[in-house]
């Protein structure tokens, strides 16, 4: 896994959802931003999400901050999200659904990232890959 720092600046973003329960596949383009001026780095992604027939404009918002661990991910509202470690795998139990991510750095700076979402509300599987412009 690399540093934090390492992933600072720009990110071409492309993600592919495949929802099990609505029976449809999303796509995402957009761009992501790390960047840090005092305190956490902030991740901020923006782009247009396409899911059946609905088009739209998207964004989300993370924190990054050093970890003994790794990196620490957290909401935009500082709430603990979950960690990036060598083992590149992680959870996070949003009650009542568990969120899986497993992250590859193999082939950096091209990285990608794939959550598996189960529970009884939600059933769908993100991947998401990033690149340098």
């Not at 993600?15 to 796509?27: E, F, K, L, M, N």
């Not at 992604?45 to 991910?73: F, N, Q, V």
């Not at 950096?108 to 890959?129: A, E, I, L």
Request: glycine share 8%; charged share 25%; with cysteine.
């Amino acid at each position: 896994m690399q540093p934090i720092a390492a992933f600072q600046g720009r990110w071409i973003v492309s993600r592919v959802i495949t929802d099990h329960r609505a029976g449809q596949t999303g796509h995402f383009e957009g761009e992501a931003r790390i960047t840090r001026s005092s305190g956490p780095h902030e991740y901020f992604e923006t782009g247009t999400l396409e899911m059946g027939t609905a088009r739209m404009r998207a964004t989300r918002r993370y924190l990054w901050s050093p970890d003994p661990d790794g990196i620490a991910i957290a909401f935009d509202d500082g709430r603990p999200f979950h960690i990036i470690t060598d083992s590149a795998k992680a959870g996070h139990f949003c009650d009542p659904d568990q969120y899986d991510v497993s992250y590859d750095f193999t082939n950096w700076p091209d990285w990608s990232s794939v959550w598996s979402v189960s529970g009884p509300r939600k059933s769908y599987v993100m991947t998401t890959h990033y690149r340098r412009p």
